[in-house]
């Protein structure tokens, strides 16, 4: 089993920057592909990034704009995903989801909300 807490969300204004965090504990985390979704009020749960077990490869949705970086700190046991230039239209909850290949195992964190608004 392995725990994924996430944090870093809340309100911030249109242009600005938030940083959020992935963390692990029960499990080494290199084990594990990990990827940020996002699930808007009203709107299904959407796929934003990905990054492979080494932190070698990434994957983004295309509608991100280049706004959006997926990062890990294997030594840390965390994911980043740094988010610039919010727009009104990033408001959501952002979970955090851990998929093992060796065992076919997969883990959703209980997510964080950020919110941007005036």
């Known amino acids: 089993q392995v725990q994924l807490v996430e944090s870093g969300g809340g309100l911030v204004q249109p242009g600005g920057s938030l940083r959020l965090s992935c963390a692990a504990s029960?499990?080494?985390?290199?084990?594990?592909?990990v990827g940020w979704f996002r699930q808007a009020p009203g709107k299904d749960r959407e796929f934003v990034a990905t990054?492979?077990?080494?932190?070698?490869?990434?994957s983004y949705a295309d509608f991100l704009q280049g706004r959006f970086t997926i990062s890990r700190d294997n030594g840390k046991n965390t994911v980043y995903l740094q988010i610039d230039s919010l727009k009104p239209e990033d408001t959501a909850v952002y979970y955090c989801?851990?998929?093992?290949?060796?065992?076919?195992?997969?883990?959703w964190g209980q997510g964080t909300q950020v919110t941007v608004s005036s």
């Open positions: 990054i492979s077990r080494s932190g070698a490869y990434t």
């Open positions: 989801y851990a998929y093992e290949d060796a065992t076919m195992s997969d883990y």
């Open positions: 029960g499990r080494t985390l290199s084990n594990f592909v």
